[in-house]
């Protein structure tokens, strides 16, 4: 059963290794300019205010080879449960549904169950230890710019490292077996797996990611001379603070006033606004006299693990859950 | 001996369609079985049924003495179209049948391959039918089973490979003494190798026994018009035809017909089983008219 399986799964297996080969082929070979362009720069010394030492390392960084790396560790890490859900999974029942192949395998001394099992667990197994590598690998090479940046836990890159993409790439494996299953023909399989990975990948961040957060709030007095947008229109008002929290995941920023909504004017057109000849200053002292507060919602940056293994968690409960399904719907529905 | 095949009321549908309904019989072990019937008779639904890839709405069915499961060593199974996977080589496919049961004959499977000309390095999907179909059937072979399921394995060949299968299947049987159950819609390809006859019509068994039997026990009777319930006990009509002044009948009678105002013909098995057939259909015209 497993050298069948190795088989028919070796084309994927050996292009999925291919690429993951690819980005660890460039990880290795900018490592070492990147940890030197890290000390030489100052950043991997720096200890306190370290944001222009950063800014001129991922300056610097930005015209190496390391960010082509950068950008393509992330890349894949998003598209490869797309990949591996779309060519392995889903063709992987649904072919021998398809074709009827799956009457000759079955007449073989395995029961469906076993044989499904394999597939599963070796398919999954594979997949995780591709995932695994490519993210461990980048988790590790890409730590000095992460901490530049200070957007590990953004919402785009937290997907990129460390166990969630692990959990993506097993997921969608699994989601292609059984969508394969129920749909029964390959290219419909396959568009379906596509879809609903990408949903998932979309809805994540948006939805699901911010509840296991437990996001914390912070309220401080606003202090203008962090102004960071100011919209004016008749008597509405649009005022934008730049984020006291650093290298955490703001999902919300704003500015209220003293019953906690968001300020929304009105102005005082003489101090502020288009008609005032005083400046941006005046404008600035006279929003300090209004009573108002900057309301932060964030995770900050220490939740990272806590957060990873979460969500990891939820992923791998859903794969564990489709993979029961499977091996039920096969004994018990499937003919 | 335990029978090959037993089923008592089995049953199956898909969805609301009825495929199988009510059949009960019992084939003997070591036969050569040919099930025939019209295309969408449910010949195919009673040998998945029988090696466990469909499962009965109802009723039961017995395979060797046990209920059928997928995946048992002593069944095989040559599904409809001969299914093989087209991106691996003939080599690759018997290494697929040696990883996957513990009884495989690796001897008998090269034999085989070397017999009737398949090159080992020819993948699956470049093979004629007929190559395919002798690929499908040596990996079923090889398997050792006591019973091999066959689903209409001639269908789509040509009248040579058709006789070249049929010669490498009687070759395999003689040698192994194993059980067949072979499904066809022409009892011209049954006629040489069965030795058993199961004639499936609209989801029934119409007819089921040994071959020699069932010539010997079918006649045709033309004689002048009568009713054919004057027949007598013991006699069954299979099929009968009336003009205004003679009647044709096709009856199922183990005691000779000793009437002399009947002209008592032999029949051949295609007659029989063309009767058989036949009947069904005018059955189904019958309960058309009745309903109108």
């Known amino acids: 059963m497993i050298w069948l399986t190795w088989r028919q799964s070796r084309t994927q297996a050996l292009s999925g290794a291919a690429i993951v080969l690819l980005i660890l082929a460039g990880v290795a070979l900018t490592w070492p300019g990147l940890t030197e362009l890290a000390r030489t720069s100052g950043f991997t010394a720096c200890q306190a205010d370290c944001q222009d030492v950063a800014d001129s390392f991922l300056a610097q960084a930005g015209d190496t080879a390391a960010a082509a790396v950068y950008w393509a560790g992330i890349a894949a890490m998003y598209l490869l449960p797309a990949l591996v859900g779309l060519f ?3 063709p992987m029942v649904a072919r021998e549904l398809e074709t009827g192949t799956y009457r000759m395998v079955w007449s073989q001394t ?4 076993r044989w499904l099992l394999v597939k599963l667990a070796a398919g999954a197994g594979a997949v995780a230890l591709l995932a695994g590598l490519t993210s461990l690998a980048m988790t590790l090479w890409a730590e000095p710019i992460d901490q530049a940046y200070g957007n ?19 997921f969608a494996f699994v989601l292609g077996v059984t969508l ?26 948006l939805l699901v990611r911010p509840a296991l957060a437990q996001p914390e709030t912070s309220t401080t007095a606003a202090d203008f001379d962090r102004l960071q947008g100011l919209g004016i229109g008749g008597n509405d008002a649009h005022v934008e603070l730049e984020p006291s929290v650093t290298g955490a995941w703001i999902l919300s920023n704003r500015v209220i006033d003293t019953t906690g909504d968001t300020f929304k004017g009105p102005v005082d057109p003489a101090e502020c606004g288009p008609e005032s000849k005083q400046g941006m200053g005046a404008c600035k ?27 990891f968690g939820i992923l791998l409960a859903l794969t564990a859950g489709l993979s029961w399904f499977c091996l039920w719907w096969i004994r018990r529905r499937l003919a | 001996m335990t029978s090959a095949l037993e089923t008592a009321g089995l049953t199956h549908r898909y969805g609301r369609r009825t495929a199988l309904s009510d059949c009960t019989f019992d084939v003997p072990a070591g036969r050569v079985v040919g099930l025939v019937g019209p295309n969408g ?26 209920r059928p499961a997928s ?34 004959d690796s001897g008998l499977a090269e034999r085989r391959v070397s017999q009737v000309g398949l ?31 066959l689903d209409e394995p001639v269908a789509a060949l040509d009248p040579l490979a058709r006789r070249a299968f049929l010669q490498g299947l009687m070759e395999f049987t003689a040698e192994q003494g194993v059980s067949v159950i072979m499904s066809s819609h022409l009892v011209a390809d049954l006629e040489r190798v069965c030795d058993y006859l199961i004639v499936l019509c609209e989801s029934r068994v119409r007819v089921a026994g040994d071959v020699e039997e069932l010539i010997a026990t079918h006649h045709r009777l033309v004689g002048p018009r009568r009713d054919p319930a004057d027949l007598g006990g013991g006699r069954a009509v299979v099929e009968e035809s009336h003009t205004d002044v003679q009647s044709t009948l096709i009856v199922r009678s183990s005691a000779p017909i000793d009437d002399p105002s009947w002209q008592v013909d032999r029949l051949d098995l295609e007659d029989i089983v063309l009767a058989y057939m036949s009947e069904a259909a005018a059955g189904r015209l019958r309960v058309l008219e009745g309903q109108r």
């Open chain 1, 88 to 90: 392995w999974g889903a």
């Open chain 1, 110 to 113: 395995v029961s469906r169950r």
């Open chain 1, 152 to 170: 590990r836990i953004g919402p785009i890159v937290f997907a990129a490292r460390g166990l969630v993409p692990v959990g993506y790439a097993v």
């Open chain 1, 180 to 205: 394969g299953m129920l749909l029964r023909r390959t290219v419909v399989a396959m568009a379906v797996t596509l879809l609903v990975v990408a949903l998932a990948q979309v809805a994540s961040p």
């Open chain 1, 285 to 311: 002292e006279w929003l300090a006299t209004q009573n108002l507060r900057q309301e932060q919602v964030y995770v900050p940056q220490e939740r990272f693990w806590a957060l990873q293994w979460r969500e």
């Open chain 2, 41 to 66: 008779a449910g010949k195919s639904t009673l040998l998945q049924l029988a090696c466990g890839l469909l499962a009965p709405t109802a009723g039961e069915i017995r395979v060797l003495g046990a």
């Open chain 2, 71 to 104: 995946g048992s060593p002593r069944v095989g199974f040559v599904a409809q179209d001969t299914p093989v996977y087209a991106g691996l080589t003939v080599a690759e496919h018997l290494r697929m049948g040696a990883h996957l049961n513990p009884s495989w």
């Open chain 2, 119 to 149: 090159d080992r390095a020819q993948k699956a999907g470049k093979l004629s039918g007929g190559q395919r179909a002798q690929l499908a059937l040596t990996v079923a072979a090889a398997k050792r089973p006591d019973l091999l399921l």
